[in-house]
């Protein structure tokens, strides 16, 4: 049972690089969504999909773009990294929209210098 | 918006019962979750609430006032494993006819012998 994968799992970025995070889910759920996880600060939603070809702006979408083609793939792209990214980052998916149970990929821990 | 409050850190002795607190502020209420979360990990579903009264899954159990605007985690048999943090999430109406997940800061329970 893969679940949600997230790739890379470390990264180090310099300021004004940028990169893309992968995030696919094998469980056919139309909801994906992207969250950063910052100290103090919670679980904060970046950008969500609720279904191919459709996505919006969460609280923090600043600085980040997303893209839904298939079912399957939600990555995140950071345009022009930046320290204030230094973070670590959750994909999440669910099968009954946003307000239901999450399925949360492994983490991505973004390091920007 | 969403306002979730729950404490920061809590200590409780193994084989102990805990209570975790969580209050909210929101409008359209629309279900409440409880996360764990061990350090380095991802979030892992606990329970969903959504009506008045008590959830009861194994030693852990969740109870909700909707009129209240409070929910606890119980935690019971307290093991060394359950050292983690819980994570309060909750449903609201953000407006243009959507809901929205919000969560908490976290509450991060050590369990000592």
């Known amino acids: 049972n893969a679940g949600v994968t997230q790739t890379p799992k470390f990264q180090v970025l310099k300021t004004g690089q940028s990169m893309t995070l992968q995030c696919a889910q094998d469980m056919n759920h139309e909801y994906m969504s992207w969250y950063r996880q910052d100290p103090g600060m919670g679980l904060r939603l970046i950008h969500y999909?609720?279904?191919?070809?459709?996505?919006d702006q969460g609280e923090v979408p600043n600085g980040y773009n997303v893209s839904r083609s298939t079912t399957e793939d939600f990555p995140l792209r950071l345009l022009s990294a930046a320290p204030s990214q230094t973070s670590v980052y959750f994909c999440a998916s669910s099968g009954q929209g946003r307000t239901g149970e999450l399925f949360f990929g492994e983490g991505s821990r973004l390091t920007v210098l | 918006g969403q306002n979730i409050d729950q404490p920061t850190e809590m200590t409780a002795t193994e084989g102990a019962i805990v209570q975790i607190n969580c209050t909210y502020q929101?409008?359209?209420?629309?279900?409440l979750f409880w996360y764990q979360q061990h350090a380095g990990e991802a979030p892992t579903f606990l329970s969903y609430n959504v009506l008045d009264g008590l959830e009861e899954k194994g030693r852990f159990s969740s109870f909700l006032s909707r009129s209240k605007g409070y929910s606890y985690l119980l935690l019971k048999e307290l093991q060394m494993k359950d050292s983690a943090s819980y994570l309060c999430?909750?449903?609201?109406?953000?407006?243009?006819?959507?809901?929205?997940?919000?969560f908490g800061k976290g509450t991060k329970l050590s369990v000592i012998p």
């Open positions: 929101t409008s359209g209420f629309n279900g």
């Open positions: 999430a909750v449903s609201g109406y953000s407006g243009a006819g959507s809901y929205q997940l919000t």
């Open positions: 999909s609720v279904g191919a070809g459709i996505t």
